[in-house]
T-cell receptor, first 109, second 114 residues
C-alpha cells in the first residue's frame, strides 16, 4: 500500500536546538518526496523536494531508499520555524500527492 | 507561480443540504485537484478536475457525492452533496503550474455540517 507516515504529531524543541522531523514511506517504485509547510494562518506551501537536493530556510532532507525515509532536519531551530509540516510523495509523472498526517513543530524561546 | 482563491472560506451547513466551493486561479493551468482534510487527518485527494471532460475520482470518492465542474483553465467547483457531519472538513483546491512539481494550494474552505 502507498503510505506516508509521520510518527510525531507534535515536536517541541528549544530555539537553537537541532530539529528532525521524521517521515517514512511505503511505495512500490521510485516516488518523488516532498516536504510541505503551513505557517499559522497561511496556506500550505512547498518547502523542499528530494530531487532538488536543496536547502531551504536551513532545512535539508535526505532520501534514504534503504530505510524508505525522508527525514527533515535543521541544525539550529528558530522560533519562526514553528508550523505544521507535512511529508508527501508522488508517483513519477502522476502529480497526485499522498500526504502524511503532519507534525506540528513548536520552537520554544 | 499561481495564486488561488477559494469561496467560501468557511461555512456551517445543515445535514442533507449541498454546498458548492469555488476555486479561481490567476493564470491558466492544466491540472487542478481537490483535496479533503478531515479533523486530525492528512490531506486526501478527492479528484483531478479535467477541463472539458469529467473529473477523475480517487478510490472512495464518487461523482454523485462530489460533483466537480471545470468549465475553463482558471476555474473549478466542487459540490459536497447531501451532507452529513462526516463531511465536516477543510476542502482545498490545488493546481500544478510551471514545472513538473510546482504545485500550489488554495487557502481552503472550512466546512462544518450540523
Amino acid at each position: 500500500a502507498q503510505r506516508v507516515t509521520q510518527p510525531e504529531k507534535l515536536l517541541s524543541v528549544f530555539k537553537g536546538a537541532p530539529v528532525e522531523l521524521k517521515c517514512n514511506y511505503s511505495y512500490s517504485g521510485s516516488p518523488e518526496l516532498f516536504w510541505y509547510v503551513q505557517y499559522s494562518r497561511q496556506r500550505l506551501q512547498l518547502l523542499l523536494r528530494h530531487i532538488s537536493r536543496e536547502s531551504i530556510k536551513g532545512f535539508t532532507a535526505d532520501l534514504n531508499k534503504g530505510e524508505t525515509s525522508f527525514h527533515l532536519k535543521k541544525p539550529f531551530a528558530q522560533e519562526e520555524d514553528s508550523a505544521m509540516y507535512y511529508c508527501a510523495l508522488s508517483g513519477p509523472g502522476t502529480y497526485k500527492y499522498i500526504f502524511g498526517t503532519g507534525t506540528r513543530l513548536k520552537v520554544l524561546a | 507561480s499561481a495564486v488561488i482563491s477559494q469561496k467560501p472560506s468557511r461555512d456551517i451547513c445543515q445535514r442533507g443540504t449541498s454546498l458548492t466551493i469555488q476555486c479561481q486561479v490567476d493564470s491558466q493551468v492544466t491540472m487542478m485537484f481537490w483535496y479533503r482534510q478531515q479533523p486530525g487527518q492528512s490531506l486526501t485527494l478527492i479528484a483531478t478536475a479535467n477541463q472539458g471532460s469529467e473529473a477523475t475520482y480517487e478510490s472512495g470518492f464518487v461523482i454523485d457525492k462530489f460533483p466537480i465542474s471545470r468549465p475553463n483553465l482558471t476555474f473549478s467547483t466542487l459540490t459536497v452533496s447531501n451532507m452529513s457531519p462526516e463531511d465536516s472538513s477543510i476542502y482545498l483546491c490545488s493546481v500544478r503550474a510551471g514545472g513538473p512539481h510546482e504545485q500550489y494550494f488554495g487557502p481552503g474552505t472550512r466546512l462544518t455540517v450540523t
